[in-house]
């Protein structure tokens, strides 16, 4: 049973930081890309940023040089590092793992919302 389990979240002024995490059962870690995704009210789920299982990473234009994604094999965990929030950073934040046969299981996510 594939189980993703998100948290971390929670309330912050604009300039503040947070640190997502995602725990991750049921699968063989080390092998998936693994990515966060948010989605806001009234908008569709946009993907975030990634990390390879090699460790290359990607961002989403808006968050880069802001955000930072990793992961802890060891642990089965991914981690989002979130500095210098913004208002429009406001989300429920899920991860994902990416890959074609597991594309139907997300967590819960964890809200982010980031006051002015």
């Known amino acids: 049973q594939v189980q993703l389990v998100e948290s971390g979240g929670g309330l912050v002024q604009a300039g503040g930081s947070l640190r997502l995490s995602c725990d991750a059962s049921g699968i063989i870690f080390s092998i998936y890309a693994m990515a966060w995704y948010r989605q806001a009210p009234g908008k569709q789920r946009e993907l975030v940023a990634s990390i390879a299982r090699g460790g290359s990473t990607n961002y989403k234009d808006s968050v880069k040089g802001r955000f930072t994604i990793s992961r802890d094999n060891a642990k089965n965990t991914v981690y989002l590092q979130m500095n210098s929030l913004k208002p429009e950073d406001t989300a429920v934040y899920y991860c994902?793992?990416?890959?074609?046969?597991?594309?139907?299981?997300w967590g819960q996510g964890t809200q982010v919302t980031v006051s002015s």
């Open positions: 994902h793992v990416e890959h074609w046969s597991l594309r139907g299981y």
